[in-house]
């Protein structure tokens, strides 16, 4: 444990013992001793073991030389272990909000009990913080942008938002002199639903000569957005860009870059393991090369393909690499045939403007065909969901007849009839099963009552299963990446019950969804649950957002077998009446 550490440890125990309503001078010696830490040029690890030393700093006493004792001996400090247990660990983060002080938090906390971010935000919504003592609308409105920047900063990023910076990065780097390729390596270029920063590679002969690396550079550092630069060397620069993503930047030699693909593609888990294979057969792998071990002589950098041929593997698409089994199906030569974004014939959720999505039927029909689809569905919203205009029997009996008009009408893509009906809070859909009967396509969701306990939602989603009109579950788990987790229910008994009643679950595209997880999609695999990739469009322009949906079904090691929308027309459309 470094000083940084320990006096984070400090600064959180004098900010809990605030928010406790301790006594101020209590509060103060835990601050001055996190500074006097982070102020000392030898590490208090050092020193432990000399507790003379260590009252010698001013800001140390007695108590607080116990205290350090105990965080090195037990791993923590009573007081901030005590504290977290009546506060919960979600406190601290909240700890971390532009504005929110101890003081606010203790207000916060005192009122409604409520100790975590989601909490703070949902209060703030309801107009509840503005009426507490000493805040009002402004506070509130602060309170919430400084959420909403904490969230965009706090680490992570959304796929398609990591993708985009990428590939202005990639662009503005290709116009430099001498330049010849620039790719994202890291979680981006593994389709990792979330990305912490981008790792983007370069080569060219520029690459090779200290003046023209110079000019690179120099050109890099004039991307529009560049906010600061973290670190710069001669190879190196990492920057941070405007929307809080940090850009790791690095030039390579073409001999090389291979080598270096390989390794900053990652993951690290998945290198550490390649490494060792390479080891055992007497090489050595690093960025730079697959080389001997005894005279160092590169044997493979040039690009990935001879590495992994001559670790004697078949190649493994980056999406694989986590180890979680790749390499040995690489050596054994089993790995799966993954599924292509082209094998996809059909997206089958969509919303029109009879709810809440932004364009007709013929719209989103033609967009579909223009993407060279063989079928699509509409499936707008019942009547639960009354914000999103929802569609009674009655309107969702009309709203069949204009979809089979429009597909009457339209050439060369087959318009099916659906409906993401709202699976109800006990169970029950939300339209007669009646009218369900004449739709082609049933998708139930969970929209409401996100709550209800583990046992509860369960039963809820077993019931929806087990309507025999029902198709597939819409977004089987709720989450919301980086915003709302999943709500609470046991996986294994719904993906048993949808195996048996042949309900294929959604893997619904959306960046902030991708729900169901590449971890979740193979264990559907794993129970032989069949998967349906769609966009849930609610404008034309989304259904692009289908390769992010097949990116998570590589990750999950699917094939065209394991995806019930590669099949034909005919064959789809009875797997999604009859079970495949
Ligand atoms: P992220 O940025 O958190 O979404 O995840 P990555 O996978 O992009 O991780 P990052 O940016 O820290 O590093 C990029 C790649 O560099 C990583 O996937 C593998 C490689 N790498 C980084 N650190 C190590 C390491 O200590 N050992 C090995 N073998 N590889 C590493
Ligand atoms: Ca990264
Ligand atoms: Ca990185
Ligand atoms: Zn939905």
């Known amino acids: 444990m470094d000083n940084k550490a320990i006096a984070g440890i400090l600064y959180e125990t004098a900010d809990l013992l605030e928010i406790d309503g301790q006594d101020s001078f209590r509060v103060r010696s835990y601050r001055n001793a996190a500074e006097a830490i982070e102020a000392l040029p030898q590490q208090v690890a050092d020193l432990i073991q000399e507790p003379k030393k260590l009252l010698e700093v001013k800001g140390i006493g007695k108590g607080m030389l116990a205290n350090l004792q105990m965080l090195f001996k037990d791993g923590s400090i009573e007081a901030h272990a005590e504290l977290l247990k009546k506060y919960r660990p979600s406190m601290l983060e909240l700890l971390k909000i532009q504005g929110l002080g101890p003081k606010t938090i203790a207000l916060i906390w005192s009122a409604y009990q409520v100790s975590d971010l989601e909490g703070v935000e949902k209060l703030a919504r309801e107009g509840k913080i503005r009426t507490l003592p000493r805040m009002g609308e402004k506070h509130e409105q602060k309170l919430l942008k400084a959420i909403e920047d904490y969230r965009r900063i706090a680490g992570r990023f959304l796929l398609d938002t990591a993708e985009e910076l990428a590939e202005k990065v990639v662009e503005h780097l290709l116009a430099a002199p001498g330049v010849e390729k620039v790719t994202p390596a890291g979680s981006l270029r593994r389709g990792r639903e ?180 063989e079928y699509m569905a509409i499936t707008d919203h019942s009547k639960n969901l009354a914000f999103a205009n929802g569609l009674t029997d009655e309107r969702a009996l009309a709203h069949i007849e204009r979809i089979r008009a429009v597909e009457k009408k339209m050439k060369g893509i087959r318009i099916f009839a659906g409906i993401e009906v709202d699976i109800l809070g006990d169970g029950s859909l ?30 809820r989603l077993l019931k929806a299963i087990a309507n025999p009109n029902t198709s597939l579950i819409g977004h089987p788990t709720g989450r919301l990446l980086l915003r709302r987790d999943a709500y609470q229910f046991d996986l294994d008994a719904v993906l048993k019950a949808a195996a048996k009643h042949k309900v294929a679950m959604e893997l619904n595209s959306y960046p902030d969804r991708l729900d169901l997880s590449d971890v979740h999609l193979r264990l559907a695999k794993h129970h032989g649950v069949k998967i349906v990739i769609n966009t849930d469009s609610h404008h034309t322009s989304h259904m692009e957002k289908l390769r992010y949906g097949v990116t998570q079904a590589r990750r999950a090691w699917l094939t065209k077998e394991d995806v019930l929308n590669t099949l034909p027309t005919q064959k789809f459309a009875r797997a999604m009446k009859h079970g495949w």
């Open 430 to 459: 939300d339209l007669s099963d009646s009218v369900l009967e004449q739709m082609d396509i049933v998708i139930a969701s969970v929209h409401s009552h996100f709550n209800q306990d583990r046992a509860t939602m369960t039963d």
């Open 194 to 373: 979330t990305v912490g920063d981008l790792d983007i590679l370069v080569t060219g002969k520029a690459c090779t000569e200290a003046v023209p690396r110079q000019t690179i550079i120099e050109h890099l550092l004039r991307f529009p957005g560049l906010m600061d630069i973290i670190a710069q060397g001669e190879n190196k620069v990492s920057f941070r860009h405007r929307n809080g993503m940090q850009v790791d930047v690095r030039l390579l030699p073409p001999e090389s870059f291979g080598a270096a693909m390989q390794y900053f593609t990652g993951s690290k888990a998945h290198n550490v393991a390649l490494r060792q294979r390479a080891l055992k057969m007497g090489f050595t792998l690093n960025e730079y090369s697959l080389a001997k071990v005894d005279d160092e002589k590169p044997v493979a950098r040039k690009t990935e393909e001879e590495i992994y041929a001559k670790l004697k593997l078949d190649f493994i698409p980056p999406e694989l690499r986590e180890n979680l089994g790749e390499i040995e199906a690489a050596a054994a030569h089993t790995l799966p045939v993954l599924l292509e974004l082209s094998d996809i014939r059909g997206d089958v959720h969509m919303h029109t403007v009879e709810t809440d999505g932004r364009n007709t039927i013929e719209e989103m029909a033609e967009a579909a065909r223009e993407r060279g689809y």
